[in-house]
């Protein structure tokens, strides 16, 4: 399986730059994943495909205002720093720019001496770790010294914080935004929970391995970074509960389907706990749980593609993909939203025939 399988040709243009008014009325296109059948909605419109006896899947991370600025203490040089995963006590593994200024045993200072870190070692990939020193809470100077860390195709500045950030958001530790759960609005939680759909919170803290380019020809040959996730015992009673009893499990963006996918075993239970993943879902993997999915619309021959194609099928993804961009739907982290799930006849063909 050839990476450019999963190339498509995007207009620049239709890479969303900012968050929209209300998260609600972004667009939603419905893909029947049976039969390829499209359908244009509005994302609010997401409860009337949800039934009683469904659950909803959440991943409840917190972005942390992971990118810092600060200056070298020998020469003033300026560093860029991102957060990625914190290891022990005070320290991280960040991502540098430039690289050929961080050096081990250079100390940087942000905020005029708020902050201080020295770098200790070079890892994979050119990533460092960073020992932090302060006065205070960490999490504190982070927010008033941080800021939100955009993908690199939004160039656009951020008004408000909380605009890349889900409003269910509670556990911090991502790098990136699960962004198929900003399109949620409370109000629409609460009408989606009073339909009788179950919602279970799952966390998993995003990493930029998510978004990092396949650099191989063949699929299989791509190696993901590893995410920390957890679930709870009350939330895998939830999935569990709902497989059981018949119902369907929709999962809120990628990450959430990575994370159900990693916990449940060859028999498609659910195991509470907390853990490392590495998974990659591509073309030809048997889903243990999930059976639909609500995602955003992602980068050509990313592993986000290949996750998709892996739950519809390539070809009815790849043309999915060709009408947003014919109905000039907006992509990426702003951007609108795909619905991807068996159609209401194949489901009520279902119904009929387990009666």
């Not at 469904?54 to 600060?70: E, S, W, Y």
């Not at 160039?155 to 911090?172: F, G, I, S």
């Not at 073309?283 to 243990?288: A, L, N, T, W």
Request: charged share 30%.
């Amino acid at each position: 399986m050839n990476v450019k399988d999963f190339y498509f040709d995007l207009p620049q243009e239709l890479i969303a730059q900012d968050p929209l008014e209300d998260r609600s009325s972004s667009r939603l296109l419905v893909l029947d994943k049976e039969t390829g059948e499209i359908t244009h909605r509005v994302f609010r419109d997401v409860v009337e495909y949800l039934h009683s006896g469904d659950c909803l899947v959440i991943n409840d991370t917190k972005v942390i205002p992971a990118r810092l600025f600060g200056v070298k203490k020998d020469t003033g040089a300026k560093i860029e720093l991102l957060l990625l995963k914190r290891r022990e006590n005070d320290v991280w593994e960040t991502l540098v720019k430039p690289g050929k200024k961080a050096k081990t045993g250079t100390e940087i200072s942000f905020g005029e001496g708020l902050l201080w870190g020295k770098i200790i070692d070079t890892i994979d990939d050119g990533n460092r770790l960073i020992q932090f020193r302060y006065d205070g809470i960490f999490e504190e100077i982070l927010d008033q010294l941080g800021q939100m860390p955009l993908p690199p195709y939004i160039t656009h500045q951020l008004k408000d914080k909380n605009r890349y950030q889900t409003v269910y958001a509670k556990h911090e530790g991502s790098a990136a935004a699960p962004t198929a759960g900003l399109h949620f609005t409370k109000d629409l939680l609460d009408a989606i929970e009073k339909k009788g759909v179950k919602i279970a919170r799952v966390t998993l803290h995003v990493g930029l391995g998510t978004f990092r380019p396949v650099k191989v020809e063949n699929v299989q040959d791509h190696h993901m970074h590893s995410e920390f996730y957890m679930i709870d015992e009350e939330e895998a009673a939830k999935i569990n509960e709902t497989k059981a009893s018949g119902g369907r499990v929709i999962c809120v963006g990628t990450t959430s389907c990575r994370t159900i996918e990693s916990a449940a075993d060859d028999q498609g239970i659910l195991h509470a706990g907390s853990g490392w993943t590495d998974i990659f879902i591509y073309p030809g993997y048997r889903f243990k749980i999930l059976d639909g999915l609500i995602t955003n619309f992602h980068l050509p021959e990313s592993t986000l593609v290949m996750l998709v194609s892996a739950l519809a099928g390539r070809e009815h993804i790849l043309n999915a993909y060709q009408e947003a961009i014919k109905e000039r739907y907006r992509f990426f982290s702003f951007g609108d939203a795909m619905l991807i799930m068996e159609g209401p006849e194949a489901r009520r063909l279902e119904v009929l025939k387990e009666q």
